[in-house]
């Protein structure tokens, strides 16, 4: 079947910390992989996305590479701000269907 | 980028009254459109496939008569909770597929709180 797996929070780091959140799945196929972020009281962002095998999707700072070998997409970011804070939801789609992991809800602080 | 809203974004409602929540694509026409529940400190999870000008594909464990899908046209889908109860309290989060998009990427809308008296 298909599923994914984030680490469990919350993370909580100071600002400028190096950020991993990680992330790996379970598929049948060849899945997309994506981030998405979600604000207090809001709907889900695209933060960054990735398609195929070695693939480096980025954005805002944020990286993660999909590695085929290691079923995973690992959310790196090299220097996090306050404003980061946040939860992350990392998933897969596969055959048109999405599959969400559980979120990891980062705090950063001052 | 595509937009996509929801209307109401919150609302409080009685035990056995119905409600109805809107999700419009804004600047796109959406063939599909996905209807999630999303429970406190936890993920999303895929209610329906909404399908313009058919009947919606409800995954397994959802009521097909508890939660109505309408696609009435290309850019609104509404989900309605049928005699509702505080079990159903929850974040109703819809997201839409930009037709043609060889990424496959969803957009979500902001959400709809949903409170049961």
């Known amino acids: 079947g298909n599923s994914v797996t984030q680490m469990e929070g919350p993370v909580t780091l100071s600002e400028e910390a190096f950020l991993t959140i990680n992330c790996t799945y379970t598929a049948t196929g060849y899945p997309s992989l994506f981030w998405y972020v979600q604000y207090p009281g809001e709907g889900l962002q695209l933060l960054l996305k990735a398609t195929k095998a070695d693939d480096k999707g980025s954005n805002k700072g944020f990286e993660a590479t999909y590695r085929k070998e290691t079923t995973s997409f690992h959310l790196e970011k090299g220097s996090v701000q306050v404003s980061d804070s946040a939860v992350y939801f990392c998933a897969l789609d596969n055959f048109n269907k999405f599959y969400f992991g559980s979120g990891t809800k980062l705090n950063v602080k001052p | 980028g595509a937009v996509v809203s929801q209307h109401p974004s919150r609302v409080i409602c009685k035990s056995g009254t119905s409600v109805k929540i809107e999700c419009r694509s804004l600047?796109?026409?959406?063939?599909?459109m996905f209807w999630y529940r999303q429970f406190p400190k936890q993920s999303l999870m895929l209610m329906a496939t909404s399908n313009e000008g058919s009947k919606a594909t409800y995954e397994q464990g959802v009521e097909k008569d508890k939660f109505l899908i309408n696609h009435a046209s290309l850019t609104l889908s509404t989900l309605t909770v049928t005699s509702a109860h505080p079990e159903d309290s929850s974040f109703y989060i819809c997201?839409?597929?930009?037709?043609?998009?060889?990424?496959?990427?969803?957009?979500f809308g902001p959400g709809t709180r949903l409170t049961v008296l």
């Open positions: 997201s839409a597929r930009v037709p043609a998009d060889p990424y496959n990427e969803q957009f």
């Open positions: 600047d796109f026409q959406a063939t599909t």
